[in-house]
């Protein structure tokens, strides 16, 4: 895992060695680290290399790369480039591969990267990041200079550019919208979205996109084949991700995701795993009122793992948000990495450099597929489903019923949609955003309540492929990659996505329908393929809790009145008024601290933190809000 920096000043201005080394110092988040560059008259480059220190830049002929990527199909690419796979860097594959294909090197590549190639003797740069974004690359232009960084934090230190307040970004964040993929909370600071590429040549940014996840023709094979072929694509994609040179943890939540990754890794490597869990004491006397461990157990003893670290997380919750906003200079509008901070620490203590994670499964390979009848009527599969509807309905009347429905939805979809707002209930997110705490003003201002709408209001003629990739492309999906990159990182611990490999993934969309669900049973098909792999009570379980961190809500009530007198100070802040309604907001804490067994609709948890975010943030950066 690397942290890469690079500017390029325009008019070639000679660059500043001590700017340059600031931005340097900043991105060096993590005491084992080694630090590499490149200077030359109006350019330089960076990286940051953590611990095992496998990668470096790189310099060849008139090409210099720095880079922060793993590359899991190095096997392919060496046959390509005709050198050995085990002796050669990541960095050096993209290099030839840039070298052989130029530009188009990134259709050949598949793995987790964001880099910059600098061509000295034509002045041309040229970046990409990953197909979902599990890299970071932020980077800023004006008329005097190029600047890229991993880190926001990194351009940030480069003092004498000009920064300024994004306030749509700012009017997302307090209203459950997950920006555009290319924003920030600053105007001039931009995300290279994934699955992007840049240019920059002779002062002219060009962005482009190189691939998009599209709708695959079906596979023409028998189940049984499908599925031993599907659970092949599955273990290697875990395996890939193992390294025999770094140790390897895995968050284990219980779930069918994490336990399907932590079982196949456990036959691949020496494995730690961590999970969240309520303190003993807390068990059944505090929201969410239980946690998983029960099925973290079973599935560590079946694989028999020895090292489980439990991780009760009882620390200050206002102090994690502060350092967050400290840290990170921004406002970050998703809150799992930054309530994962003591997994994190315990993680760094037992030497993990690298952590496995289930997120994507629920998006693509892993998805209920609700809906999957429909799908099966709309594309006259007939016979598929009257077998599945009489699997699940002995009783021939509530066959007969549901079989009638489904066909009506199908015939008359229309008339479904008239019955549904004749019922006259709100849709979810409409009453969430009734129960926000914005200032009337400036949601008025940035017509947040039309942004919102646009936002939540989607088609429902989505097939189940096309829901798959509209929920894995969403930004609330690169969102929760850059962030948790970003804090890991700060313990020297690089995430990977088994569930986010884009073979498995196409492999998965061309999957039959009845083999992405059945006889009313979700997630048929990963079922399936881990058969054997995991315990059955886990294999076939329908009952999980959902809540990943279990400690979030008990955190919070430990800093409850801290948070009052936060709220109170806020009160009189004309920078914090501005934004939010504060009687409101606190009416909002109150109701929120009271969260009983009974579960209370439209609490917002997230965004209610994404508020205190806001205030710390303004608190800490009172200049940027004048």
């Not at 050096?92 to 050949?108: A, Q, R």
């Not at 006259?424 to 969430?432: D, M, N, V």
């Not at 601290?593 to 933190?609: L, M, V």
């Amino acid at each position: 895992m690397n942290s890469i920096f690079g500017r390029i000043n325009i008019g070639n201005n000679p660059i500043s060695q001590w700017t340059f080394n600031k931005s340097i110092e900043k991105l060096a988040v993590f005491e084992d680290v080694r630090k590499e560059s490149f200077l030359g008259d109006h350019y330089a480059f960076g990286e940051i290399i953590f611990h095992p220190f496998k990668e470096a830049p790189i310099k060849s002929q008139n090409l210099i790369i720095v880079s922060d990527s793993i590359l899991y199909n190095k096997i392919e690419l060496s046959k390509e480039l005709q050198f050995y796979e085990n002796q050669t860097s990541d960095n050096l594959f993209i290099l030839k591969s840039f070298e052989k294909w130029g530009k188009d090197c990134v259709n050949y590549l598949i793995g987790d990267f964001a880099f910059a190639i600098w061509n000295s003797e034509t002045k041309e740069l040229f970046c990409a990041r990953d197909h979902f974004g599990v890299k970071p690359f932020n980077y800023y232009l004006d008329e005097n200079a190029f600047v890229f960084s991993t880190d926001i934090t990194g351009i940030l230190a480069q003092e004498e550019l000009n920064f300024s307040l994004d306030e749509q970004y700012i009017a997302d964040s307090i209203s459950i919208v997950k920006s555009e993929k290319s924003r920030t909370t600053y105007r001039e600071i931009k995300k290279l979205p994934p699955a992007h590429c840049l240019v920059l040549k002779q002062n002219q940014l060009e962005i482009k996109s190189y691939w998009e996840l599209k709708v695959q023709n079906s596979i023409p094979k028998k189940d049984n084949d499908t599925i031993n072929e599907f659970k092949s694509l599955l273990i290697e994609s875990v395996k890939c991700r193992t390294d025999e040179r770094s140790v390897i943890g895995a968050e284990l939540s219980g779930g069918i995701d994490s336990s399907s990754i932590t079982a196949i890794a456990s036959e691949h490597c020496q494995l730690k795993t961590f999970s969240h869990v309520l303190p003993d004491t807390l068990l059944g006397k505090i929201h969410p009122f239980k946690d998983e461990r029960d099925f973290i157990n079973l599935l560590g003893d079946f694989c028999k793992i020895p090292d489980r670290h439990f991780i009760t997380s009882e620390e200050s919750l206002v102090k994690v948000i502060e350092e967050n906003v400290a840290n990170s200079k921004s406002l970050m509008q998703q809150n799992f990495g930054v309530f994962s901070d003591q997994l994190y620490l315990t993680a760094m203590q037992e030497g993990v450099s690298v952590l496995l994670s289930g997120f994507g499964g629920d998006e693509v390979i892993t998805s209920k597929s609700s809906g999957y009848l429909n799908e099966l009527a709309i594309n006259r599969q007939w016979n598929d489903l009257k077998l599945d509807l009489k699997n699940q309905h002995r009783n021939k009347l509530k066959y007969a019923k549901s079989l009638l429905k489904i066909y009506l939805k199908s015939k008359l979809p229309l008339s479904t949609k008239i019955i549904s707002l004749l019922k006259l209930e709100k849709p979810w997110w409409l009453s969430k955003f009734e129960n926000l705490a914005m200032n009337q003003s400036f949601a008025k201002k940035l017509d947040i309540k039309n942004h919102y709408f646009k936002y939540y209001k989607k088609s429902d003629t989505f097939s189940l492929q096309e829901k798959n990739i509209e929920r894995v492309t969403h930004p609330h999906v690169s969102q929760r990659l850059e962030y948790c990159s970003l804090i890991a990182r700060k313990y020297g611990i690089e995430y990977r996505y088994p569930f986010l490999d884009i073979r498995l993934i196409e492999y998965y969309l061309a999957i039959p329908t009845r083999l992405k669900a059945r006889n009313g049973i979700g997630r048929y098909a990963i079922r399936k393929a881990i058969e054997g792999i995991v315990p059955e009570k886990i294999q076939w379980r329908n009952d999980k809790s959902g809540a990943t961190i279990p400690t979030v809500f008990m955190r919070m009530i430990k800093d409850k009145e801290e948070i009052l007198e936060i709220i109170h100070h806020a009160k009189s802040n004309n920078l914090i008024t501005k934004y939010i309604d504060l009687d409101q907001y606190e009416k909002w804490f109150l109701s929120f601290s009271k969260r009983s067994e009974i579960k209370q609709k439209n609490i917002n948890p997230g965004a209610f933190y994404n508020y205190l975010k806001l205030i710390l943030f303004i608190e800490q950066n009172p200049s940027l809000f004048k």
